[in-house]
């Protein structure tokens, strides 16, 4: 059996990465979002929890003593070095978790044909050599802002702007119309995906 098409999902904050990763899901691709295991690290790991309260403080933690992520978020967004810093802690982690996330699915006695992994920061980092398809996810700025749980303008500044994603990338699809049209396109993506694997 062929090992599964790892596909990478990208693209701007409020674009509708989540949303994408969701519809390859419906579809029967298997999936892990980048997010989701930051999440799992900063809940679960205590390696991460001690390295962010020496950083960051205790004022960090909850009532319960656990990392609250807005917290951080207020701390870590405006500062460029915090950030890069944290960045350096988590990322090496998220991408061990992926990669071996894939590995198990690749050595089951039947493989999903594509695995897609949300990554926000792909291009930044010079994740995409370790995919062999990328698909961006764009939207025009306002209706980002419109979706975003956070302000975009500390988080946008250093990303690779969206028409050199978009020229990167094997697929691209601008987010602006309804959760059909972006479940029609995924389905696309993923029927030419399975053709090659």
Known sequence: MARPVAVAVTGGIGAGKSEALKAFGRHGA???SSDEIVHELLRDDPEVKRA????LGDGILDEAGQIDRSAVA?????????LLW????????VVARY?????RLAALPKPPSVTVTEVPLLYEVGGETRFDKVVVVTAPEDLRRD???????DRSARLVPD????????FAYV??????ELDAFVLKVLRELRGRA
């Not at 962010?52 to 950083?55: A, I, N, P, T, Y």
């Not at 990669?99 to 590995?103: A, F, I, N, P, S």
């Not at 987010?175 to 059909?180: C, F, Q, T």
């Open 163 to 170: 028409d050199e994603k978009v020229e990167r990338a094997d």
């Open 86 to 93: 944290l960045e350096s802690l988590l990322h090496p982690l």
């Open 52 to 55: 962010l309260v020496e950083r």
């Open 30 to 32: 298997a999936t892990i």
């Open 147 to 153: 979706r975003a749980r956070v302000a975009l303008d």
């Open 74 to 82: 207020r701390l870590v967004f405006p500062d460029r070095e915090r």
């Open 99 to 103: 990669l071996g996330w894939r590995e």
């Open 175 to 180: 987010n602006d119309g309804s959760l059909k």
